[in-house]
C-alpha cells in the first residue's frame, strides 16, 4: 500500500554558485519567467511541477550530488538539441532503454545533472 503522504515528485532543486546568471539560463532554456524570485530561491513553474534554484552555501554545492531529475519531455529528438544549443553540455546521449522509453543526460553551466525523458506511458500534462 502506497503511504498517503508520498504525493509523487513535485520539485527539482539545483544549487548554483551564481543565481542571477542561473536565473536567467533557465529562463531562456524553459521560455518561462521564475513564479518566485528571491535572493535565497528562484522557483519555476514548469508543466505543473517546480525547479527551484538556491545559491551556493556552506551547506550546498552546485554539481552533480549522484541524483538526476529527469524532466518529462514530448519529443527528446527536438529537447535534446535545445537544451544543448543552451550550453547544457552532454553527459548521456540519448538513448532507447526499452519500451519506448527515450532518456539523455546533460550537465548546465552549473555542474548539475538535468536528466530527459520521454516516456509514452506517462500522459503529457504540458
Known amino acids: ?11 527539482a532543486i539545483y544549487v548554483a554558485p551564481d543565481l542571477e546568471r542561473a536565473k536567467a539560463w533557465y529562463a531562456e532554456l524553459l521560455g518561462v519567467a521564475p513564479y518566485f524570485d528571491e ?7 514548469v508543466g505543473g511541477f517546480e525547479l527551484g534554484l538556491i545559491p551556493t552555501d556552506e551547506h550546498n554545492a552546485a554539481g ?3 541524483a538526476t531529475p529527469y524532466w518529462g519531455v514530448e ?6 538539441p535545445h537544451l544543448l544549443a543552451h550550453g547544457a553540455q552532454a553527459v548521456s546521449a540519448p538513448q532507447d532503454v526499452g519500451g519506448d522509453i527515450q532518456v539523455a543526460v546533460a550537465r548546465d553551466p552549473f555542474g548539475n545533472h538535468i536528466g530527459l525523458i520521454e516516456n ?5 500534462t504540458a
Request: no cysteine; hydrophobic share 45%; glycine share 12%.
Open 1 to 11: 500500500m502506497k503511504p498517503s503522504a508520498f504525493l509523487g515528485l513535485r520539485t
Open 39 to 45: 535572493p535565497f530561491y528562484v522557483g519555476f513553474n
Open 64 to 66: 552533480a550530488g549522484g
Open 75 to 80: 519529443r527528446l529528438a527536438e529537447a535534446w
Open 120 to 124: 509514452p506511458h506517462f500522459p503529457n
